[in-house]
């Protein structure tokens, strides 16, 4: 079964774009969550998805929004970018996002802003 | 809100030994499950071990075990037999048990870090 893939790998921007990253789950997962990397903050939950809807959100400003579509596909974005945005964005999925669950993860989109 | 720290930022460790990395944590709830996470270079983040909270047998895969003590909050790693392979950033993470509002919902919390490097 194939893992979860993250597009793009790698992203540059400049400060004010906006950017659009995009995750797939393993197949039958339907629980998408997003964290943003960074070695001053670690790691830190930004949302999770399920059947289309956010159920859980992390302390970010709303210039982080994503979305998961039927298929459980997620995509997040940020608009307005920030230096401080520049971050490894990793998604991890898992089937129904149950707490007794395993997160699989992607092997992340590294961001950044200049 | 729960907090898991890792005190140890970085720890070698020879080749065929064994290494204990440390984490303790903080909360007031008493389900939830703790997870030993592995990032190697690559980046790709994989599942160590898992333990569930309510379990006072302490989880083992193979030449990994924990150490699991739930009144003192600490859940510690032991790695034995250490591989080349084994180096990597290891992250510990808690995720509530709860349902209530939904703050459990895909939330890992991790702590910090411990880079362990493998010597030949």
């Known amino acids: 079964k194939a893992g979860v893939t993250q597009t793009p790998r790698y992203l540059i921007k400049t400060r004010g774009q906006q950017v659009t990253l995009s995750c797939s789950p393993i197949s039958g997962h339907r629980s998408v969550s997003w964290y943003q990397q960074t070695p001053g903050q670690g790691l830190q939950f930004l949302f999770e998805?399920?059947?289309?809807?956010?159920?859980n959100k992390g302390n970010f400003p709303g210039r982080f929004s994503g979305r998961q579509f039927s298929n459980s596909r997620s995509e997040m974005n940020v608009s307005t970018l920030e230096l401080g945005d520049s971050a490894l964005y990793l998604c991890a999925s898992s089937l129904l996002g149950d707490p007794q669950e395993t997160q699989y993860f992607g092997p992340g989109t590294r961001l950044l802003v200049l | 809100a729960q907090t898991v720290t890792q005190s140890q930022p970085e720890m070698s460790v020879q080749e065929a030994e064994t290494v204990t990395l440390s984490c303790t944590y903080d909360t007031s709830e008493s389900d939830y499950y703790l997870f030993w996470y592995k990032q190697p270079p690559s980046r790709q983040m994989i599942l160590v071990i898992r333990q569930e909270a309510y379990k006072q047998q302490n989880a083992t895969e193979n030449r990994f075990s924990v150490n699991f003590q739930k009144a003192a909050k600490s859940f510690s790693l032991k790695i034995s037999d250490s591989q080349l392979g084994d180096a990597a950033m290891y992250f510990c993470a808690y995720r509530s048990a709860l349902y209530a509002g939904g703050t459990s919902y895909g939330k890992l919390t991790f702590g910090q870090g411990t880079i362990l490097t493998v010597h030949p």
């Open positions: 998805y399920f059947s289309e809807t956010q159920r």
